[in-house]
């Protein structure tokens, strides 16, 4: 632009009324939000304009989902665990910042979590996102976002609520810890929705086999501590009940427990009491030592691959 900014452009190439729609709706809730991890919105065309424009602020280094498993993921510069897990911070405290707002994102996935050239977060997309008033249980809609995202219950009830947004950022946790994609049909059938894949790994104790190697699960014992307290918050996040996960502002906490200094020391060990194939049941125990955490991990992975 004229002043020195360099923007990005957003073009919606089809101009009918879901379009529109999509368009005035990401207007009207980014002109009244502001947040270090959200996405500017400069301006914007009118909705009688010929073609419908969005201008943002340019954010230079691509999608998450570009570092992990796009044109960047082959590069030496891969997503190291320090970098991840401030991508995990910063992304709940925009979404835990969106719910107090009252809007639901809807679409939360890696690829619009867009990063800058110190890798922080700029969430992005709110196409699809929804107003939720405080005085409501839900908002009867139907199912919208991108496949492998989706919260199930959602998907069957039709009822959309503040943890489906949590449901859908699970599924970016788990692909932080794996660098795998959300859907991925050459996987083995039972694997290719990444969250079912996450959830039975974490079940049978087999994170070793899950966590992307560059991360050095193995060789570092204080990654390995980390990355198993993620793992433990993503399966409580893609709980099929939704009652059953947690708040953005307890996801918010935990993740800073785990990325402070202390690392784990103080989080309470969440042991799966009873599978079943359409739930988890979890209860939370006396405060563990971060040490048997790991030891469980490591061990019953240890298992895993011998048998």
């Known amino acids: 632009l004229k002043d020195g900014r360099v923007v990005a452009v957003k073009r919606h190439y089809e101009s009918n009324s879901r379009r529109i729609e999509q368009f005035m709706n990401e207007v009207q809730i980014l002109a009244r939000l502001r947040h270090k991890s959200l996405v500017t919105l400069f301006g914007c065309t009118s909705r009688h304009s010929r073609e419908l424009l969005l201008v943002y602020e340019f954010i230079p280094n691509g999608t998450v989902a570009d570092h992990l498993q796009g044109r960047s993921s082959n590069s030496t510069n891969l997503l190291p665990w320090p970098v991840r897990l401030n991508i995990a911070v910063e992304t709940a405290e925009a979404l835990a910042y969106l719910h107090a707002k ?24 709110f196409g699809l996102s929804r107003d939720f008033p405080n005085h409501v249980t839900h908002v009867s809609t139907a199912p919208q976002g991108t496949p492998g995202y989706v919260d199930p219950e959602y998907y069957q009830c039709y009822q959309l609520t503040d943890k489906s947004d949590v449901y859908s950022f699970g599924v970016v946790l788990v692909e932080l810890i794996s660098s795998l994609q959300a859907v991925d049909i050459n996987r083995n059938r039972s694997d290719v929705n990444l969250a079912n894949m996450a959830i039975n790994k974490i079940q049978n104790q087999e994170l070793l086999e899950f966590v992307d190697p560059y991360l050095g699960f193995e060789r570092d014992y ?7 307290g993620v793992a433990e918050l993503a399966f409580r996040c893609l709980q099929q009940e939704r009652e059953i996960r947690p708040s953005m502002n307890e996801v918010v906490e935990i993740l800073r427990g785990i990325n402070s200094s202390d690392g784990l020391g103080a989080r309470e060990e969440t042991k799966v009491l009873e599978v079943r194939t359409d739930e988890a049941i979890l209860l939370k125990v006396s405060p563990v030592s971060p040490d048997s955490v790991v030891d469980k991990w490591v061990s019953g992975s240890s298992v895993s691959n011998s048998s």
């Open 102 to 125: 009252g809007v639901i994102h809807r679409d939360v996935k890696t690829n619009n979590i867009l990063l800058d050239d110190n890798f922080r977060v700029k969430v992005a997309d």
């Open 222 to 228: 204080a990654i390995r501590r980390m990355t198993t």
